[in-house]
């Protein structure tokens, strides 16, 4: 995990505050890396119910097919998955390919204790958190990362509602 830092500068709602091209925060996630405890409870619950399946049907192929379409929908635990917060836009790194985010799809945004969910609606229609984006801020420095994504938002979005 690395954060470069800041070099914004200005009062608040003046244009000196627009987010320079060289100011970047790049972080990384890897909950089941980092020791995160609801990761490892996460995969704790599957061998649970993997163990539970084979058992209700007498047949470890039952059980190892239930792994393994619970392992396929809980993919992102598992993989290191680098987020990058800049100018243009909020980036995350999956595999070698990068999905970008512009600010302008972005409508509104939510902070959390562990991350922010990035709302591609502003109306708050119930199938919203089907449409949006969380970003974890991570286990490693999470209170750097929460400030200073916190800021980038702001800066692009407005003040939180």
Same mark, same amino acid.
């Given at each position: 995990m690395?954060?470069? +830092?800041? @070099?914004?500068?200005?009062?608040?709602?003046?244009?000196?505050?627009? #987010?320079? %091209? $060289?100011?970047?925060?790049?972080?990384?996630?890897?909950?089941?890396y980092?020791?995160?405890?609801?990761?490892?409870?996460?995969?704790?619950?599957?061998?649970?119910?993997?163990?539970?399946?084979?058992?209700?049907?007498?047949?470890?192929?039952?059980?190892?097919?239930?792994?393994?379409?619970?392992?396929?929908?809980?993919?992102?635990?598992?993989? +290191?998955? @680098?987020?990058?917060?800049?100018?243009?836009?909020?980036?995350?790194? #999956?595999? %070698? $390919?990068?999905?970008?985010?512009?600010?302008?799809?972005?409508?509104?945004?939510?902070?959390?204790?562990?991350?922010?969910?990035?709302?591609?609606?502003?109306?708050?229609?119930?199938?919203?958190?089907?449409?949006?984006?969380?970003?974890?801020?991570?286990?490693r420095?999470?209170?750097?990362?929460?400030?200073?994504?916190?800021?980038?938002?702001?800066?692009?979005?407005?003040?939180?509602?």
């Amino acid at each position: 995990m690395s954060s470069s +830092p800041s @070099t914004r500068s200005g009062s608040k709602g003046s244009d000196s505050q627009k #987010i320079n %091209r $060289r100011d970047r925060l790049e972080w990384r996630v890897w909950p089941i890396y980092d020791g995160d405890f609801y990761a490892w409870m996460l995969l704790f619950g599957m061998m649970i119910l993997a163990a539970a399946a084979t058992w209700l049907t007498g047949r470890l192929e039952i059980g190892l097919l239930t792994f393994c379409l619970l392992l396929l929908t809980t993919w992102q635990f598992f993989v +290191p998955i @680098t987020y990058q917060a800049h100018f243009d836009g909020i980036q995350r790194r #999956i595999f %070698r $390919r990068w999905l970008r985010l512009p600010w302008q799809r972005i409508r509104t945004y939510r902070v959390f204790p562990n991350g922010v969910f990035l709302s591609l609606q502003s109306s708050g229609q119930t199938a919203e958190a089907l449409r949006g984006t969380f970003i974890p801020f991570g286990t490693r420095m999470s209170a750097i990362v929460k400030r200073r994504l916190c800021g980038f938002l702001e800066t692009q979005l407005g003040e939180q509602k």
